[in-house]
């Protein structure tokens, strides 16, 4: 018979994991937290995810899946993602911001603002962004050292050349009073 023990344990990588090991494996329920914040609350098996279990990321979505081997194994994307707001993502039949509608969640909920009164932003009152920075969905992004904050200005993660091109090409850019905003300056383009 196999020896189980509950343990927790620091990594070598800064990640850590507080639960059920078998034969020196993590196995069981267990609680694994990676060096990001992110946090995995579910199975294990062999050291890998295993069964039912829920990522829980630092900007308070989640992604809720069954796992096999390390692997998401449900339909669509594998499992279902959370936004913090409670808005599920369903592959199928996702409809919030998409290339016809693009309301914000808090819009399709409560319905749309007066003429004249349009929300810029999901969540209301909108974050003053950092003088050239750019608001990232997550938090603050500032271009020159290409780290993401969190919206108290706590470190997230660095972005990659390909996530600083999305962001200084598509977010908002904290401006001047009275500075042109980047994508207001660009022509309107029809999609194909």
Same mark, same amino acid.
């Given at each position: ?43 294990? !098996? ?6 039912? @279990? &829920?990522?829980? $990321?630092?900007? =308070?979505?989640?992604? #809720? +899946?069954?796992?096999?081997?390390? !692997? ?6 594998? @499992? &279902?993602?959370? $936004?913090?707001? =409670?808005?599920?993502? #369903? +592959? ?101």
């Amino acid at each position: 018979m196999a020896d189980q023990q509950q343990a927790e344990v620091e990594f070598l990588t800064g990640s850590s994991y507080q639960g059920n090991f078998v034969n020196e494996r993590m196995e069981g329920l267990g609680e694994y937290t990676f060096p990001s914040g992110t946090k995995y609350i579910g199975g294990m !098996k062999d050291g890998m995810f295993h069964g039912q @279990g &829920t990522l829980y $990321f630092t900007n =308070g979505g989640r992604f #809720e +899946a069954e796992w096999d081997k390390g !692997k998401a194994v449900g339909p669509g994307i594998g @499992g &279902t993602y959370i $936004f913090k707001e =409670g808005l599920k993502y #369903e +592959a199928d039949s996702w409809q919030y911001c998409d290339g016809i509608d693009r309301r914000f969640y808090s819009e399709v909920c409560n319905g749309l603002q007066p003429a004249g009164q349009s929300q810029k932003v999901d969540q209301e009152p909108a974050k003053t962004i950092p003088l050239g920075w750019y608001d990232c969905g997550d938090g603050f992004y500032n271009p020159d050292n290409r780290v993401v904050y969190d919206y108290d200005v706590q470190f997230l993660r660095n972005a990659d050349i390909d996530e600083h091109e999305w962001i200084v090409s598509t977010c908002h850019k904290g401006v001047k009073d009275g500075e042109p905003l980047p994508y207001a300056m660009e022509t309107s383009k029809t999609r194909t």
